[in-house]
Every structure is written in C-alpha cells, then in structure tokens.
C-alpha cells in the first residue's frame, strides 16, 4: 500500500512512526513533513492546504491512502479534492470538518443529536458577549468560534481578560462562543469513524496549561498519556454511544457523512460527561502517546475507515503498556517562541530503552537541527505503567539539549500517584 500523510507536526510523525511499521505499508510519502518524518517517508515540498496540489501529488504517486493530519487542510476542503481524484482520503470533508472549524455549528449538531454539553451563546456583538459573560459567571469560558491554531480558547477568572479576548476575536470579524464551565477532568476520546460506523481509540488526557500544576497560560499541548487508570470502567461505551455515534448519524442524515477522528474532547462533570469540544482530526499530544500502544498495523485501519469498511475490521489491539509524552517547548511558547537554536541529544534520548523523539518545529541548517517552531519535540515514554512510561519519557528528555526550552515535569505524576 502506498500512502501519502500530510502535516509536519508531532502528531504526523507520529502517525509516519506507526504507518512504516504496518507492514502493509510499501512505500510512505509525506507532504511537507518534518526532519524526523523525513528518516520514515519521502517528502514533498507540496502545500498542505492546496487541495488540487496534494490531489495531483497523490495520483502521481498512485497513492492507495491519504491521511490529512491536521485541521486547517480538512477544513479548507484538501480530503474533498483528493477524493474526487478517486482515491481514499482519511479525512473528513471541508463541509464535515466544520464540527472543528466551527464551534457555533458543532453546537448546532450536538442539540440536535441530543449530545450532552455545556450550555452556550454565540455573541456577534460586543454587548451579546457582555451579557453571556454575566448569565454564565466565572470561570468564563470564550472561545474563537472558528480555527485559531490552539490560540481561540481562553477559561479565566478575570472577567476583563475574558473581555478582552472575546473582544480581540469581534474585533478582527469572528464570531464568539461563550459556554458555562465544565468541572471535572478532561479526557481526549478519539473515535475512528468511516461515514456510519465508530471504532474508539483508547483514552488519553492532556495537559494544556505550560506550566506544572495547571499554571500559566494556555498552550496546544505540553504533555499526555494513556492510559487513563483512573476512568470509569465504562466511559468508552458511553461515549461512543452518546456522544459519537448520534453525532456521526446527524452528519449522515444532513448529507455530510464524517470520514476520519471524531476527537471527544470530553468533561467527566459531577452531573456526567460532557463534550468540551470536538475536532476533526487526531489530538496533539495525546496521539503521540496513544499511537505507541496501538498494536493493530495502522495503515489497514485508517484505510477501513476511509473506504466504509470499518464495521468488518477486527477489534483494535493494544499493548498492556503506558506511554506519556512531554512536549519540549521553545524559549517564549506560548508567545513568540524563539527559533534557530540548537537541538542536541536526541540519538541519545532514542538509545535508551521505551524512549521514541518526535519532531514537531524542527528544520535542517546546514549539518545542524534547529527549532524552528513553538512545541519543537513529543519525547515519548513507553514503560510497565504509568510511573515506568514517565521515567522512560523524563529519561528522555534530560538527554535533549535545546537552550532556553521548557517542559513540564509532571505530566501523568497524579495519575501514577493513584496506582501506587
Ligand atoms: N490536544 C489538544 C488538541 O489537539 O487540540
């Protein structure tokens, strides 16, 4: 099978790390990529949101597979063009997608599926957002109603900053969406879906704030595992059940089937669980960790999904061990992260034992690796439980050497706290 994934973040390499050992998988291609991605598939120096170019990419490459990872190209229709070439796209279509690029409109889908999730406004002006940040109280939770690359969610108790940002969103012509707060952990769900049938993945959570214990500003991600000892023996079922699968029944009924991840964003309230979010595509960091448990090969899953077939795939497997991702940030992430410094140290990290690199911003200068990005690197930590995946994964990264970086340094400790 010959496959083409497009994106050049952690979460693709991931996805190449899984996809080149699925021994289906005879040739991997990528576009563009990333340096570590570069070591598993060929890259092409293609753009990624150019739907007509990736489609004309993978008919000349006579691509069996292609596999949108992130979500500006599915939203800007890349999956639509490549399936009207006539090849299978793992990937929702633009219309499809919106459940992610869209806050107001998943919403509208979640209420008319009867999913359950926070009640919520969606302000066009600046006194609508004045009066949904009073009837809902804080902690205020405003949101970019369309993509903001991880940027568009603020949850604050300041009611000026929650002004503020919903303002700045009015300001530049978006929409706001401002919802009750959800209490209770949160927990990532990703939910394969061909069109009719949802394959759930296994759990993860991750840790958005930057800094350790929840503080500091809000990031794309610093941190993830699975699995989730700590969850009720049931929330799969009960998620699939009232969650993805009515959602993926009311994109069917409206004429807009979603072929791809249904990413569950989920609240475990003490009223029950509940949808924080969904997005169109696999989470970042989370799949870092989740991909490594994976044992199914990976390419013949994604294409059941892509061609309808998930309803006569076998049961997933999955291996009995934990695995925990700490992302490696640039000096300033979440801000203005800085780039171009030297990233040392990885051989080392990868040579120890239950330890994988991923690259996220990372580009080649000269003989050199550099950061050229926010999050730079996913460390993953593949250990007998919790405890041993996050000494494997800190192991890791205190062999990395990039200066100025950051990292969290407790990323799944509560969680391997409870099972001690
Ligand atoms: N982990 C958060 C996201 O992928 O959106």
């Known amino acids: 099978m010959i496959v083409l994934l497009i994106g050049s973040g952690a979460r693709e390499h991931a996805l190449a790390r899984s996809l080149s050992r699925d021994p289906a998988v005879t040739a991997l291609h990528a576009a563009p990529g990333n340096p570590g991605i570069g070591e598993l598939a060929t890259l092409h120096a293609v753009d990624a949101l150019d739907g007509e170019a990736v489609a004309e990419l993978a008919t000349s490459l006579e691509a069996d597979l292609v596999v949108v990872g992130p979500e500006a190209p599915l939203v800007a229709g890349v999956a639509d063009a490549v399936r009207a070439a006539g090849i299978p796209v793992f990937g929702p279509s633009g219309e499809a997608a919106m459940l992610e690029g869209s806050k107001a409109f998943?919403?509208?889908?979640?209420?008319?599926?009867?999913?359950?999730?926070?009640?919520?406004?969606?302000?066009?002006?600046?006194?609508?957002?004045?009066?949904?940040?009073?009837?809902?109280?804080?902690?205020?939770?405003?949101?970019?109603?369309?993509?903001?690359?991880?940027?568009?969610?603020?949850?604050?108790?300041?009611?000026?900053?929650?002004?503020?940002?919903?303002?700045?969103?009015?300001?530049?012509?978006?929409?706001?969406?401002?919802?009750?707060?959800?209490?209770?952990?949160?927990?990532?769900?990703?939910?394969?879906?061909?069109?009719?049938?949802?394959?759930?993945?296994?759990?993860?959570?991750?840790?958005?704030?930057?800094?350790?214990?929840?503080?500091?500003?809000?990031?794309?991600?610093?941190?993830?595992?699975?699995?989730?000892?700590?969850?009720?023996?049931?929330?799969?079922?009960?998620?699939?059940?009232?969650?993805?699968?009515?959602?993926?029944?009311?994109?069917?009924?409206?004429?807009?089937?979603?072929?791809?991840?249904?990413?569950?964003?989920?609240?475990?309230?003490?009223?029950?669980?509940?949808?924080?979010?969904?997005?169109?595509?696999?989470?970042?960091?989370?799949?870092?960790?989740?991909?490594?448990?994976?044992?199914?090969?990976?390419?013949?899953?994604?294409?059941?999904?892509?061609?309808?077939?998930?309803?006569?795939?076998?049961?997933?497997?999955?291996?009995?061990?934990?695995?925990?991702?700490?992302?490696?940030?640039?000096?300033?992430?979440?801000?203005t992260p800085a780039s171009g410094d030297p990233i040392t140290g990885i051989a080392d990290a990868e040579a120890l034992p239950g330890v994988h690199v991923l690259h996220a911003g990372t580009r080649i200068e000269g003989d050199s690796l550099v950061s050229a990005g926010g999050r730079v690197l996913s460390v993953v930590g593949v250990g007998d439980g919790l405890a041993g995946a996050r000494a494997a994964a800190y192991a890791g990264v205190e062999r990395i050497d990039l200066p100025g970086s950051h990292h969290r340094s407790d990323i799944a400790l509560k969680a391997a706290e409870s099972v001690r």
Request: hydrophobic share 45%.
């Open 106 to 335: 998943a919403k509208e889908v979640m209420a008319a599926a009867n999913v359950p999730t926070a009640q919520a406004r969606v302000c066009h002006t600046e006194s609508e957002l004045t009066a949904a940040l009073h009837e809902f109280g804080a902690p205020y939770v405003v949101k970019d109603d369309g993509l903001a690359a991880g940027k568009g969610v603020v949850v604050t108790d300041e009611l000026e900053a929650a002004l503020d940002h919903g303002s700045a969103v009015l300001a530049a012509g978006g929409t706001v969406v401002v919802e009750d707060f959800l209490d209770g952990p949160e927990v990532s769900l990703f939910c394969l879906c061909d069109g009719k049938t949802v394959v759930p993945l296994q759990p993860a959570q991750d840790f958005k704030r930057a800094h350790d214990a929840d503080a500091g500003p809000n990031t794309g991600g610093m941190g993830a595992y699975s699995p989730l000892p700590w969850a009720p023996p049931g929330l799969v079922a009960e998620v699939v059940e009232h969650v993805a699968q009515p959602t993926i029944d009311e994109m069917a009924r409206r004429g807009t089937p979603f072929v791809g991840v249904l990413y569950c964003g989920l609240a475990l309230t003490s009223k029950g669980v509940r949808v924080v979010e969904f997005n169109a595509r696999f989470g970042d960091p989370e799949t870092q960790a989740v991909l490594a448990r994976l044992t199914t090969p990976l390419a013949g899953v994604l294409l059941a999904a892509a061609t309808g077939e998930l309803a006569s795939l076998p049961p997933l497997e999955w291996s009995d061990a934990a695995a925990v991702t700490v992302v490696i940030a640039a000096a300033g992430y979440p801000g």
